[in-house]
């Protein structure tokens, strides 16, 4: 009486409670598997495991061998413990670098792309003038205005924008390569560029904001890099007060602060880190 209602109470036949007969799995030779459908052998035994009595003694920790155990507990739960991983390879992500002008992406991605293996930094086309010390296909891929638009016309580019006068655009062909080869892809582009690409990827690509931790150092820093005109400076400051508004659509802040880049481009690493841990994960496509 009291194991039938036992029964009813978990949903289980009454078998269910019955011994099972001894079915040792490998790798005790010239055993038929237990079932032909290792999925469905391996639930069911997992659901059934915590009721299904022990048929086999199973011996002693401080005595038995590490297979001698293996083989009796395996022979007690049903089935055979599974070499598979039990968690598969996280997607490959597209990481959005973005913030105002002169916060230090460039110096971060730098020193990001020194310590860190299997990220693709994706070289972005411009038809902006090379600055002292860039390297054509390593900072950027310099080309003229004309070819800038022959990119757009044959749809090789996944955005692109006129940034203070100049076409920067990424090429998605690049993307895709390196994502094909298990990269994750780091793009690094302006405020109005990561917008365009949170409406192109919404949540499957992590969008980064890096800032500086006040207005007064981020325009400093401006002024040091000596690369603008004071009219250039005046726009770009101006702009950047602007920019600092837009971060509440990223996931995530990185505060480069004076002479800190090291703990910014640790942040960096963490916040991968944590977004290939994620159980649920981002998948984008391009
Ligand atoms: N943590 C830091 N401390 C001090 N100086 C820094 C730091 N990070 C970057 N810099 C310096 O600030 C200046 C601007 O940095 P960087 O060129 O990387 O900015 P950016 O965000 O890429 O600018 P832009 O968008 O205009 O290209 C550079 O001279 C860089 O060396």
Known sequence: MFRRFLCTFLHLQPLI???????????????????????IRRLSSQMGD?????????????????????????????????????????????????????????????KLRETREGLHFVVTATSREMRPGEVHGKDYYFVSKDEFLGMVERDELLEYALVYGDYKGIPKQQI?????????????????????????????????FVMAESEVKLVERLIGRKTETKEALLV???????????????????????????????????IIDAEKAKVLQRNAVI
Not at 62 to 87: Q, V, Y
Not at 184 to 205: N, P
Not at 257 to 268: I, R, S, T, Y
Request: glycine share 6%; aromatic share 8%; proline share 11%.
């Open 176 to 208: 895709r390569e390196f994502m094909a080869r298990g990269f994750d892809i780091v793009l690094r582009v302006d405020i109005q560029g990561a917008e365009t690409l949170r409406k192109i990827f919404g949540q499957s690509a992590v969008f980064v």
């Open 17 to 39: 409670l019955r011994p099972k007969p001894f079915k040792p799995t490998s790798p005790i030779p010239n055993l038929k598997p237990i079932s032909p459908f290792p999925q």
């Open 50 to 110: 915590f009721r299904r009595p022990i048929s086999v003694p199973i011996p002693a920790v401080e005595k038995a061998g590490r297979s001698e155990l293996l083989r009796a507990l395996e022979t007690s739960l049903g089935s055979g413990f599974s070499p598979d991983p039990l968690w598969h390879n996280p997607n490959p992500l597209i990481i959005v670098v973005s913030g105002p002008s002169g916060v230090g992406k460039d110096a971060l991605i730098k």
């Open 236 to 270: 770009r400051v101006a702009t950047a007060r602007e920019e600092v508004k837009h971060v509440k659509n990223f996931d995530y802040v990185v505060v480069n602060a004076e002479g800190k880049l090291d703990n910014a481009v640790k942040l960096m690493e963490s």
